[in-house]
């Protein structure tokens, strides 16, 4: 068969989030969340929008199981909600929450699609954030312990589990901006947001472990950062960003200790009491996979008087301006070699480091349905593009193991609420009617042949 084909044994997948599609936030026990609270604040989520209703998925997961099925999904990335198990972060287990979980995870197993968990994808019980959220120690000790009680009862049937869902929209976005939950413009917090969130994931995959449940991994929205010149002043602003958006996780995560011009970063806004003894260590376990979430490069120059980004503690003095060319619904450059580059690149620095692509997609305008078909070709584009990068990281040598398509279906998209659509299913929010997009079907075909025409 001609065209690009995958290794044998490639996952093929689609991933989404608790908050995103679950609904039903008041439902069978749940406790609020910090998306609840911060979706509540005016201002807050485009149009005031808010996940209590979100996709409905929470009532409707066995007829999404079986739309994943006609798609041919090998697996399926979800989250489960810890205010659904936990209600107030810690305590007294709601067994109404397991049970749901219970039912979606027996769903897949029956339509022999793997369940892949994620424990922590942003909805943090409120009562954890009234404590200090994750700029406190206590809250990584609290996600072991969840983490314990989850894999206890799932690690029957869950083989793949991934701890904490992009550490750096939690800890930066949430802390240090202030654009997602819990909306706190503080960088001192977001440093220590940054260490909690690692530390949790590290006692979170002792616990999984200790549970004797299968693989454990961690998804990080790692970026390609590229220069606009090859002028010092430019290297510099990159060898900063970088270390921003990547190396103060991975290094810690694959060898235990965090960079020294990250130290050197973060003691400029706060000092480092929340770093332990023994923390490098517990940060430090054996990952079987590492999950990347991956959706465009960052370029960044440096520019004097330039205000930086929030988002980036210590980026005064830069700009974050990508070069011409067609961008996504999000303003997000397209460029798939970007992708290369970053598989590339940790194939180099983290010598057989074995890699997932646990979220890769792409906001369009496709909102309407016209004669039972939503024809996004643009998309499509996208998703190719991106494809035969990473077909091209393997034949390069990189260790990828699959491929999960952000996402199933339209949802709740954070802060800008139900106005961007990066699913390859559409959703209809009034009738919550699902209709697979030219995507889907485009898709459904990759997955049958393991590969591109």
């Known amino acids: 068969m001609s065209g690009l ?36 604040v005016p201002d807050a989520v485009t149009d005031g929008h808010t996940g209590e209703v979100a996709c409905e998925h929470y009532l409707r997961y066995a007829d999404d199981v079986a739309l994943m099925s006609s798609l041919g999904l090998d697996a399926y990335r979800f989250s489960i909600a810890w205010p659904r198990i936990q209600p107030s972060g810690s305590g007294p287990v709601n067994s109404r929450g397991l049970d749901f979980y219970d039912r979606l995870i027996d769903e897949l197993c029956a339509a022999g699609i793997s369940p892949m968990a994620t424990l922590y994808h942003w909805d943090l019980p409120q009562a954890l954030q009234n404590r200090g959220g ?62 909690h969130l690692l530390l949790g994931h590290g006692l979170a995959a002792q616990a999984i472990r200790a549970a004797g449940a299968g693989e454990v991994s961690i998804a990080l929205n790692c970026t390609s950062v590229r220069p606009a010149t090859d002028n010092d002043e430019d290297l510099a602003a990159v060898e900063q960003i970088d270390g921003l958006s990547n190396r103060i996780f991975l290094e810690p995560l694959l060898r235990g200790e965090y960079p020294d011009d990250m130290l050197t ?149 954070w802060a800008f609420g139900y106005t961007r659509r990066f699913g390859i299913v559409h959703v209809d929010y009034a009738t919550q009617r699902r209709t697979p997009k030219a995507s889907a079907d485009w898709y459904r075909k990759v997955i049958s042949q393991n590969g591109l025409a």
């Open 134 to 195: 994750w700029a406190a120690r206590e809250t990584a000790e609290r996600f072991a312990e969840y983490a314990a009680v989850v894999a206890a009862k799932f690690g029957d049937r869950v083989r793949s589990w991934f701890t904490i869902n992009e550490p750096w929209c939690a800890a930066f976005l949430g802390y240090a901006s202030g654009d997602h939950a819990p909306g706190i413009t503080a960088p001192a917090q977001a440093f220590a947001a940054v260490h």
């Open 265 to 413: 970063l973060a003691e400029r806004f706060t000092p480092l009491w929340y770093v332990k003894s023994g923390d490098g260590a517990i940060i430090k376990q054996p990952l079987d996979v590492l999950g990347i979430n991956y959706y465009t490069p960052t370029w960044v120059r440096a520019r004097r008087n330039a205000p930086g980004s929030p988002a980036h503690p210590g980026s005064e003095g830069m700009d974050f301006t990508a070069p011409n060319g067609p961008v996504t619904e999000m303003g997000w450059r397209v460029d798939p070699t970007g992708l290369t580059d970053l598989l590339l690149r940790l194939h180099k620095d983290y010598e057989g480091l074995p890699v997932m692509i646990t979220e890769n997609g792409a906001a369009y305008a496709d909102s309407a349905v016209v004669d039972g078909q939503v024809q996004d070709v643009d998309r499509i584009a996208y998703l190719d593009g991106h494809l035969r990068a990473a077909h091209a990281a393997i034949s390069a040598g990189a260790d990828l193991r699959g491929y999960l398509a952000w996402s199933l279906m339209d949802n709740f998209e």
């Open 5 to 40: 084909r995958f290794p044998d044994g490639f996952v093929w997948g689609a991933a989404t989030a608790s908050y995103q599609i679950e609904g039903s936030t008041e439902q069978d026990g749940r406790g609020p969340s910090i998306w609840d609270t911060f979706s509540a």
